[in-house]
C-alpha cells in the first residue's frame, strides 16, 4: 500500500529533504521554557495558549475569560489568537512540558500533512509520480510571504486545510470539464475540509467558503448552461458506501469543534459588534513584480521595505508577489487551456482565476464597497481586515490553476523546446536557473524573531515568581486592540508596552491590562476610572507622576494586597528613566530589587542586540 501511495521513491525522499531542510531554517530562537520570541503576535500567540492552559487546569475546559491572567478579572477573551489545533492543543502541550517548542513541532507536523495530502490529490488530478511530489514539495516550501510570518504571526505557518481544500476542489472541478463527471463522496470529503478549516486562523475560513461556493456555483452554472444547448450531461456518481468514512469524520471532528467554539460564540455574543477598520493595503503591481528584482537592481532599494530587513517590494504587512517562478506558469497555464490553443476551454481556469482576481482587487483596490459587499455577503470575510494578507494564499491560488493545466503545459513546453535550437535551449536554460535561486533565495532571508533572554533576565523572572502575591503591576502596561479600540486612549507606547503581557509567560502572575486582535468599548470600560487614567495620562504625556498622582499610586498598592511587584521599563515610559523620576521610585519603594534588560524589538533572525532595561521594585510604598 505505501509503495503504491510513493510510486516514486526518489522524488518522495527529495520532497522529504526540502522540506526537511526548510523546516530547521526557520527553527526558533527560544527565549527560555521553549518559546520562540516574546513581542506583540509572538507573545500574543504564547499567550493564548498559556491562558488556554490555565483554564484547562481549573475548569477542564475553554471558558474564554481572564479570570487566570488579567487584574482587574472578568474581562472576555474570544479574540486572542485562538486556533483549535493550535492554541487547544498547543495548550495540552505546555501543561505537560512547557519547555517542549511545541510551535516549531507543529509547523513540522503541518507540512509533512500537507505535503502528504498535496502528494496524493495532485497524483488523482493527474500528475505523474515524480512530478507529483515534486509539485506538493513546492506548493510547502516555495511560500515567500509565508516565509515573512515565521514567526512572528506564527498562526499562519499553519495552511494544511486550505491546501487540502484547494487541491480537493481542483480534483473536483478537473473530473467536472474534463470528463463530465460530479463524484457526491468527493463533496463529502470537501465538507470535512469545511468543518476542519476551524481549526486553523480564522483569515482562512473566509476565502475558503468563497472558493467553495465558486466552484459550485461554477459547476451550476455550467451544468444549466449545457442543458439548454442539449450538451450531454454531467453523470453524477452516488456510491453512498463512499460517504461512510468522511461522513464519520466530520462527526467525530465536530466534538471538539463544539466544545471548542460553543464557548467561544457565547463569548462573542456577549460583547456585541466589533468595531474593524480596514487597513494595510498594497499596490496590486507587487503581485507581478519578480521576486529577482530587488537582487539584480539591489541600488534601486534592497531592505528598505518593512521593519526586519525585507526588501523593498515588501512594503506593506504582508508581501503579496509570488514569485515569478509561480507567475510565468500560471500565464502559461491561462494561455493553453484556451480551446482554439486545443485546450478544455478557460472554463477550467475559471473559478480559481476569479478568486485570485478578487483577492488582488481586495489588497489593491482603496474603495471600501467592494470590501464592504464582500465581507457582508461571505461568512468570516471580515477576518480579513489586514487587507495585504490576501498575499498569505495567493502561492496555492496560482498553483491549482498551474496544476489543473498540467497536461497543456507538459505539451506547451515540449512544443517550445523543439522548437529553439541548442544555443537557445543552453541560453534559455542559463537564465531561468539563475532567476529560479535568486527567487529562492529569498527563503533564506532570515525570520523575524527576539533572541533569548539573558540568564540575569530569566533570574529576575525567576524571583518575581516566588515572591508572594498573585499580581504584577507593569509601568507601563497596555490596554489595545489590533482593531484600534481602546488602543490610543489606553496604551500610548504601542506595541513595546505588550512586553509586560509576554513576560507572565516566565513569571505566570496575574498582570494589568489586555491585548487582542479585536476589542470592544466593555474591555476599555474596565481600565476608564481612577487611578489608571491618571496613568495613561502620564504615559501619553511622557512625564512622571505627579505628587498627587503619587499619593493615589501609593494608595492603589495598600488597597491591593494581592500584588507581589512593580515593573518599571524605563525605555518604554521613557520619563520613568529620568534621575528624578527614578529617585521617586526608590523613595516610594525602595531600591530596585533587581534589574535587567531584554530584546523587545523583533529582528532578522533573532540577532537584534537593542535591550529594554527592566527594574524590579516592591509593591508596597515605604519600601516594606
Request: aromatic letters at 16%.
Amino acid at each position: 500500500m505505501a509503495r503504491k501511495f510513493i510510486a516514486s521513491p526518489a522524488s518522495f525522499l527529495l520532497g522529504i529533504l526540502l522540506l526537511g531542510v526548510y523546516w530547521f531554517s526557520i527553527r526558533p530562537r527560544t527565549g527560555g521554557a521553549g518559546i520562540p520570541g516574546f513581542v506583540e503576535d509572538m507573545c500574543y500567540w504564547d499567550m493564548s495558549r498559556t491562558l488556554m492552559a490555565d483554564q484547562l487546569r481549573q475548569f477542564g475546559s475553554p471558558r474564554f475569560v481572564t479570570d487566570q491572567f488579567m487584574t482587574p478579572s472578568g474581562a472576555s477573551v474570544p479574540y486572542m489568537a485562538w486556533s483549535l489545533e493550535g492554541a487547544w492543543v498547543g495548550a495540552y502541550a505546555w501543561l505537560r512540558n512547557r519547555d517542549f517548542p511545541f510551535l516549531w513541532f507543529w509547523t513540522l507536523l503541518s507540512f509533512l500533512g500537507t505535503y502528504l495530502g498535496a502528494g496524493f490529490l495532485l497524483g488523482r488530478i493527474g500528475l505523474s509520480a515524480r512530478a507529483r511530489w515534486l509539485a506538493a514539495a513546492a506548493i510547502v516550501v516555495f511560500h515567500v510571504p509565508r516565509h515573512f510570518k515565521a514567526w512572528h504571526h506564527a498562526e499562519h505557518l499553519f495552511q494544511h486545510w486550505f491546501v487540502w481544500s484547494l487541491l480537493l476542489d481542483a480534483w473536483i472541478w478537473s473530473r467536472f470539464v474534463r470528463e463530465r463527471r460530479w463524484a457526491l463522496s468527493l463533496e463529502a470529503w470537501r465538507g470535512f475540509c469545511l468543518v476542519g478549516m476551524l481549526g486553523i486562523a480564522g483569515y482562512y475560513w473566509g476565502p475558503l467558503i468563497l472558493e467553495w461556493a465558486l466552484v459550485r456555483g461554477a459547476m451550476l452554472w455550467i451544468a444549466t448552461a449545457d442543458r439548454r444547448a442539449r450538451a450531454p450531461g454531467v453523470a453524477i456518481e452516488w456510491d453512498f458506501r463512499k460517504w461512510l468514512l468522511p461522513l464519520s469524520l466530520i462527526a467525530l471532528w465536530l466534538v471538539p469543534v463544539l466544545r471548542w467554539f460553543t464557548p467561544l460564540a457565547e463569548e462573542a455574543r456577549k460583547l456585541g459588534n466589533v468595531e474593524q477598520g480596514l487597513w494595510y493595503f498594497t499596490s496590486p503591481f507587487y503581485f507581478l513584480r519578480p521576486l529577482w528584482y530587488d537582487a539584480i537592481f539591489w541600488w534601486k532599494g534592497l531592505l528598505q521595505g518593512i521593519p526586519g530587513g525585507t526588501p523593498a517590494m515588501a512594503r506593506g504587512e504582508t508581501i503579496v508577489s509570488v514569485g515569478w517562478l509561480v507567475l510565468v506558469p500560471w500565464l502559461a497555464a491561462l494561455f493553453l487551456v484556451r480551446r482554439r490553443r486545443g485546450g478544455p476551454g478557460f472554463r477550467l481556469a475559471a473559478p480559481f482565476a476569479i478568486l485570485t482576481a478578487m483577492a488582488i482587487l481586495y489588497f489593491g483596490v482603496y474603495t471600501f464597497f467592494y470590501h464592504t459587499l464582500l465581507q457582508a455577503v461571505v461568512p468570516f470575510m471580515s477576518f480579513f481586515r489586514v487587507a495585504s494578507r490576501w498575499g498569505l494564499l495567493l502561492p496555492q491560488l496560482l498553483a491549482v490553476t498551474i496544476v489543473l493545466a498540467w497536461p497543456e503545459l507538459q505539451e506547451g513546453a515540449k512544443r517550445l523546446w523543439a522548437r529553439l535550437p541548442r544555443s537557445g535551449r543552453v541560453t534559455l536554460g542559463a537564465i531561468a536557473l539563475m532567476l529560479a535561486l535568486l527567487e529562492l533565495s529569498w527563503l533564506g532571508y532570515p525570520t523575524r524573531q527576539m533572541p533569548p533572554l539573558s540568564r540575569s533576565m530569566q533570574a529576575l523572572l525567576q524571583g518575581v515568581a516566588e515572591s508572594p502575591g498573585t499580581s504584577v503591576l507593569n509601568l507601563p502596561f497596555c490596554v489595545a486592540g489590533g482593531n484600534g479600540v481602546c488602543t490610543e486612549e489606553q496604551c500610548p507606547q504601542y506595541p513595546e508596552s505588550t512586553a509586560g503581557e509576554c513576560l507572565r509567560i516566565w513569571h505566570g502572575k496575574k498582570v494589568y491590562g489586555l491585548y487582542q486582535s479585536r476589542m470592544t468599548p466593555a474591555h476599555c470600560a474596565i481600565y476608564r476610572r481612577t487611578p489608571y487614567t491618571e496613568w495613561f495620562a502620564a504615559w501619553r504625556e511622557n512625564r512622571c507622576f505627579s505628587p498627587a498622582e503619587w499619593d493615589g499610586f501609593c494608595g492603589h498598592l495598600r488597597e491591593r494586597t494581592e500584588l507581589s511587584a512593580v515593573l518599571v521599563y524605563p525605555d518604554i515610559w521613557k520619563a520613568a528613566g529620568r534621575p528624578e523620576c527614578l529617585a521617586e521610585f526608590e523613595r516610594r519603594l525602595g531600591p530596585a530589587r533587581g534589574q535587567s534588560a531584554f530584546p523587545i524589538v523583533p529582528s532578522p533572525g533573532g540577532q537584534d542586540r537593542t535591550q529594554t532595561r527592566l527594574l524590579w521594585f516592591g509593591a508596597r510604598c515605604g519600601g516594606s
